[in-house]
């Protein structure tokens, strides 16, 4: 157990709805990154915040957004999906921001029908 | 071209085999270097992490850095079936705010 939680685990919605995905960080990490998952494209990097800022940004599409809240957690919202946005949704935190070990959580796997 | 490229697999072995898995990057910035290890439908973990070039080991896993030719590789000694999973690639640099990950080799160790 990594000590990140995710949430759901699985979500099955229709195309051009709206969804969102919820990530707990590791107690004490203050770095929480999204990554993206899918079978033709590996692991792709999509935003990082660290202490509620955004400090990088990936190939996050403009239907996507993210924040991380005073508590910590993030949320990452994706809206107007599409079959292409079928993936598994990985959230990791780190103490530092930028390097070192990520901690993965189990991730969010979406299916767009 | 992608920052880094890993030997796509799948590759299976019989028990005992000794494994090279390999990743090639692009950016000379790059400084960290580490392998992560995913089971099916699992997140990934870190299995090893390194800054510098030569080898680092930790039981059956080396972990060898060739920054002149910008190379990595993850040698697994004595593979075992629970060694089954993705094996991934990920190159840091310090401004770059992230790790990039290579697409993962897929390992089979056969009983």
């Known amino acids: 157990d990594s000590g990140v939680t995710q949430t759901p685990k699985h979500l099955i919605t229709a195309t051009g709805q709206r969804v969102t995905l919820r990530c707990s960080p590791r107690s004490g990490d203050l770095s929480v990154y999204w990554y993206q998952q899918s079978l033709d494209q590996g692991l792709q990097f999509l935003i990082q915040y660290y202490n509620g800022e955004e400090r990088a940004k990936g190939n996050i599409l403009e239907r996507f957004s993210a924040q991380q809240f005073p508590d910590l957690h993030s949320e990452l919202n994706l809206s107007s999906l599409e079959l292409g946005d079928s993936a598994l949704y990985f959230c990791a935190s780190s103490v530092a921001s930028g390097i070192g070990e990520l901690f993965f959580g189990e991730g969010s796997r979406l299916t767009v029908l | 071209q992608k920052e880094v490229e890993q030997d796509p697999g799948p590759l299976s072995v019989p028990e005992g085999a000794i494994v090279s898995l390999n990743c090639t990057y692009s950016?000379?910035?790059?400084?960290?270097f580490m392998w992560y290890r995913q089971y099916s439908r699992k997140g990934p973990e870190l299995l090893m992490y390194?800054?510098?070039?030569g080898n680092k080991e930790d039981g059956r896993f080396t972990a060898q850095v060739d920054k002149s030719s910008k190379y990595i590789s993850l040698f697994i000694r004595d593979s075992q079936p629970s060694d089954s999973a993705t094996y991934l690639c990920a190159i840091d640099h310090t401004n770059a705010g992230k790790s990039t990950f290579g697409d993962g080799t897929t390992l089979t160790v056969k009983p």
């Open positions: 950016n000379s910035a790059f400084q960290y």
């Open positions: 390194t800054y510098s070039s």
